[in-house]
């Protein structure tokens, strides 16, 4: 699977998203084994895809990890994630950052 460098749907860094529509489970179980990996092409393009489709938890998810994986570009997602952060118990959240830790720390 070739991934081209995501772009934004949210925000200043490109006029169309990386995931013009809904991914393929397929497609999705690749860039999320990509991004268990490092790729942080691939986790962007997940943050991207999760908050398009509307999942939220996933959505964080998935930013945390691109974070911790430090991806570039992830500033434009940050209103539509401190959105919905509030939106989050703080239990939830705890786990989805273990969760992440643990995720990062396979990869060293």
């Known amino acids: 699977m070739q991934l081209e460098k995501p772009t ?3 925000g200043v860094a490109g006029p169309e998203p990386a995931v013009a529509s809904r991914l393929k489970r397929s497609e999705i179980r690749e860039l999320a084994r990509l991004a268990r990996n490092g ?3 691939a986790a962007k393009a ?3 895809h ?3 489709c509307g999942h939220k938890k996933l959505g964080i998810r ?3 990890l691109a974070l911790a994986l430090d991806a570039d ?3 434009c997602f940050e209103i539509q994630i401190r959105t919905l952060l509030e939106e989050l118990e703080p239990a939830d959240l705890s ?3 273990r969760d992440t ?3 990062v720390g396979k990869l060293k």
């Open 101 to 103: 830790r643990t995720i």
């Open 73 to 75: 570009g992830l500033d």
């Open 95 to 97: 786990q989805m950052v």
């Open 8 to 10: 934004c749907a949210y």
């Open 39 to 41: 790729d942080t092409h």
């Open 62 to 64: 998935r930013y945390l």
């Open 46 to 48: 997940l943050v991207e």
């Open 50 to 52: 999760s908050l398009i």
